[in-house]
């Protein structure tokens, strides 16, 4: 039977373009193909002062990779929930994400498809000032983030808790595009791309981990570029 590419557009507050049937699950399952037979490795591994990790290649445009769902998240109807063990759990508008301290700062993103960008120039909420809004518990060793695509990432509180690591709303001084995981998403530059969810709608501090999509796929839970952390 011929399989034929199709796209769905789904009403509400979070429209999503939709790749359904078999295309989709044929990505992710190339994927977990890659990860099973160590695809893309190549046993090396590079201090952190190595500005390219092992195995990685530069790009000069932005490659989009996606589970093939881009919501649609306005940000007149925009919510970003921050919960969990908090002592201060709170619901965010837009309005309240731009009225939080900005940063702007660059940084370098690595694909675990092996692609690389330097010299990214992000703007957004600094991780440490979502810390300093929510204060963790003294047991809180996790961040799990939970997109508008059901997509979910983890992180340790300590990866999270970097100078670096941020939400982000703009790239290059211009708004994020929806396909790129605007309005807002997450960036660890530290860690392999997918662990900067796209169209984040949920952070939970959590004290034990729970494993996201691709890291219950066979890919790392780490995910350290210059250890080459692919999989698991």
């Not at 557009?9 to 890659?34: C, F, H, R, S």
């Not at 109807?77 to 709170?90: E, P, Q």
């Not at 979910?152 to 929806?178: C, K, M, Y």
Request: glycine share 6%.
């Amino acid at each position: 039977m011929e399989h034929k590419q199709r796209w769905q557009m789904t009403d509400g507050p979070a429209d999503k373009i939709t790749l359904i049937g078999a295309i989709k699950e044929k990505l992710i399952g190339k994927k977990q193909d890659w990860a099973r037979e160590g695809r893309l490795l190549t046993g090396k591994t590079a201090d952190h002062a190595t500005r390219l990790p092992p195995g990685q290649h530069l790009v000069s445009d932005w490659p989009v990779l996606d589970l093939g769902i881009q919501p649609l998240v306005p940000r007149e109807s925009f919510r970003l929930v921050i919960d969990g063990a908090v002592s201060n759990a709170v619901a965010l508008g837009w309005a309240d994400i731009m009225a939080l301290p900005q940063t702007i700062y660059r940084a370098d993103m690595h694909c675990v498809t092996q692609w690389s960008r330097y010299d990214n120039e992000w703007q957004g909420v600094a991780a440490r000032t979502i810390i300093e809004l929510v204060q963790p518990l003294a047991a809180a060793s996790h961040v799990i983030f939970h997109a508008h695509d059901d997509y979910i990432t983890n992180v340790t509180l300590d990866q999270f808790d970097q100078t670096d690591a941020a939400l982000v709303h703009s790239w290059q001084g211009q708004p994020i595009e929806r396909l790129h995981g605007g309005p807002l998403r997450g960036m660890i530059p530290k860690l392999y791309l997918w662990k900067s969810a796209k169209w984040i709608k949920r952070i939970e501090f959590a004290t034990a981990d729970h494993p996201g999509f691709w890291e219950t796929r066979g890919y790392n839970n780490n995910a350290d570029p210059w250890l080459e952390e692919r999989y698991s």
